[in-house]
């Protein structure tokens, strides 16, 4: 027994001794890892071109104080925070109260969350992991590029992003072309295919940009596409990247206008996005010169949009650039929300557009299914009074009969491309918002939108038209019939965001 219990407390003490040495052992290394320091590496997605999208981290700590250098394909970016243990919490310059990295080391890995919402497990990088750092390339001095005589009206046709973001491909973009002629949109005037991100390969040996495996022979793809009576359009950066992260045209604005060019491409939308981590947006005119200039030298007319948000007040120096159009607004999404916040942003916009150059509250929604068809109507009706480009983001190869009813209703469209080109900007009274645009036949477009959530009695006076004298004719665009103003006035009820839109002549 005795024996028995100095041998349990001979074999206490030495495991006591043994558990000390490893508690001793496990401090030490904690010790250790407890710094943050060195270069960590989180590989992201593989891009369609092949490459793989990965960021770099150089970490310094100095005590509990942390400071590093994250680096990605498309920006860099200086981050300060503080080191708790194993614990980390990291922060942008632009958002000094929420992490932009924030997580622990946990076996030699960083742990955590990026930007509270992508998962981060950065490991040890080495060398062959180091990201190029970009040079600054000074902006051009400011001259005028000449107009390229393009959109007079604006543009109309199709675009990849708003359906099929990062999955489209030449075969997608063969049968929408088909589609666009048998479904009568190119008939209705709905003339570009325009293929947004994603197309973009990687450089070859002499810098020229390749497309990658979904898009294998883009000449032939715009020849396909001019066979069909359609125009080709196609997407880049003056950035280092596109917004997807794919190569775009920093440094070989040239060389990419003129590989568009030789593709025989007839519209290229061209994408802000990781310019902002070059260039301030003193300098959104001169880089857009940039390529307007490269367009122009290529002899090709090539339709230039910009697509900058509406920073810098685009619409007083756009047409200077060779822009035709110009984006005024983030991305649309598909709800009423969206829509109507993108379209009321135009008012400030308005006096600027006109033949040739238009402001552009981004791609239509119609026909994806998550607005109401009174809404999708009130979209139509909306970009058509303020003139902008109709480029549609469903798919044409299935519209339903009521889609097609509302994307190839001539009459709107006539109003969106008649020949004086004027924008229409809001009036609001309650619920009800009325937007005045006078067409080149001395009459007037007149839709009275609906913002309330119960349907509404709405009154159109002749005299609040601007029209020189009384009525002679008026259409209900959407009814497809000629109404009649007694006394002056018409009356109708219009659903919830439901629109009236109608075309009142004087005699
Ligand atoms: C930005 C643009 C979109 C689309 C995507 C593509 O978000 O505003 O219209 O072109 O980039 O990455």
């Not at 997407?235 to 060389?255: I, K, W």
């Not at 080149?440 to 007149?446: L, P, T």
Request: one cysteine or more; aromatic letters at 8%; glycine letters at 10%.
């Amino acid at each position: 027994m005795r024996d028995l219990r100095i041998g349990k407390s001979a074999m206490g003490a030495a495991v006591r001794a043994a558990g000390l040495f490893f508690l001793v052992v496990q401090l030490a290394t904690a010790g250790q890892a407890q710094s943050l320091a060195g270069k960590w590496t989180q590989p992201g997605k593989v891009l369609d071109n092949g490459e793989q999208q990965k960021w770099v981290l150089e970490l310094r700590q100095n005590g509990s104080e942390l400071t590093g250098t994250l680096k990605s394909l498309d920006y860099a970016v200086e981050l300060k925070g503080t080191a708790a243990g194993t614990h980390f919490e990291l922060f942008a310059p632009w958002q000094p109260a929420t992490p932009f990295l924030t997580g622990d080391l946990v076996d030699g890995e960083l742990h955590g969350m990026e930007r509270g919402r992508r998962p981060v497990l950065a490991k040890p990088a080495t060398a062959a992991d180091d990201i190029p750092t970009v040079s600054y390339i000074d902006p051009p001095a400011l001259k005028t590029v000449s107009d390229n005589g393009l959109a007079k009206t604006p543009p109309m046709g199709w675009n990849s992003w708003n359906l099929f973001a990062g999955k489209i491909d030449d075969q997608t973009v063969r049968t929408m072309a088909d589609a666009m002629v048998s479904s009568g949109m190119k008939d209705a005037g709905y003339i570009y295919v325009n293929i947004d991100d994603t197309w973009e390969g990687v450089r070859d040996a002499q810098g020229n940009l390749q497309t990658n495996h979904k898009f294998p022979d883009m000449k032939a793809l715009a020849d396909y596409v001019h066979s069909k009576g359609l125009k080709l359009g196609i997407y880049s950066s003056p950035g280092p990247r596109t917004c997807a992260g794919y190569p775009a045209s920093y440094g070989h604005e040239e060389q990419d206008a003129r590989t568009f060019a030789g593709w025989d491409v007839d519209y290229l939308k061209y994408d802000w996005c990781s310019a902002r981590n070059i260039y301030k947006n003193d300098a959104l005119q001169p880089v857009y010169q940039k390529m307007g200039a490269a367009l122009e030298a290529t002899g090709r007319p090539i339709v230039y949009s910009l697509c900058e948000y509406g920073w810098g007040e685009v619409e007083k120096w756009g047409p200077a650039v060779g822009g035709n159009l110009w984006r005024t607004t983030g991305d649309i999404r598909d709800s009423w929300q969206s829509m109507m916040a993108n379209v009321e942003k135009q008012v400030p916009t308005a006096p600027y557009a006109g033949p040739g150059h238009w402001n552009d509250p981004d791609m239509l929604e119609i026909g994806n299914g998550h607005m109401t068809d009174d809404e999708y109507r009130t979209h139509m009706s909306l970009w058509a009074l303020v003139a902008s480009p109709l480029l549609a983001g469903n798919d044409v190869r299935i519209m339903t009969p009521v889609t097609r009813s509302i994307l190839l209703n001539k009459e709107v469209i006539a109003v969106d491309q008649d020949a004086l080109g004027k924008q229409a900007s809001p009036v609001r009274n309650g619920d009800l918002e009325t937007w005045l645009k006078p067409l080149a036949d001395g009459s007037v477009a007149v839709g009275v939108v609906n913002l309330g959530a119960a349907a509404a009695q709405v009154t159109v006076k002749a005299s609040d038209l601007g029209l020189s004298g009384k009525v002679k004719k008026a259409r209900d665009l959407w009814a497809h019939q000629d109404v009649k103003f007694v006394g002056g006035v018409y009356a109708a009820t219009v659903p919830s965001h439901g629109v009236l839109l109608l075309r009142v002549s004087a005699k």
